[in-house]
């Protein structure tokens, strides 16, 4: 299993539309076969998602997938800083 963290700051300006857009990435996510978990968290402009993948194949297909390209290119410019991707390991 691959976990991943991403860290999203939206400029406080462009709340609500960040987030409907990330709402929409959750969802269409949600529906991948690989997809074990895709938790959205929030704290004022900062929206955190919580991923867990079945395999690297499963990530990699997510990563080239049409609604999260267009997330990005869509986004860039309605972010407070680059959206921060950790992959990690569960220690415990």
């Known amino acids: 299993m691959i976990s ?7 400029k ?3 709340l609500t539309e960040i987030q409907s857009r990330i709402i929409h990435l959750v969802a269409e ?7 074990i978990r895709y938790d959205l968290h ?3 402009n900062v929206f955190i998602i919580w991923e867990e993948w079945k395999d690297q194949a499963g990530l990699d297909l997510h990563n080239n997938q049409s609604y999260l390209l ?3 290119a869509k986004s860039e410019s309605l972010l407070a800083a680059p959206v921060q991707v950790y992959k990690t390991t569960q220690l415990l």
Do not use: W
């Not at 991943?4 to 939206?10: E, F, G, L, P």
């Open 4 to 10: 991943i963290t991403a860290i999203i700051k939206s």
């Open 12 to 14: 406080k300006e462009h």
């Open 29 to 35: 996510t949600r529906k991948e076969a690989a997809c």
């Open 42 to 44: 929030t704290a004022e």
């Open 70 to 72: 267009d997330f990005i």
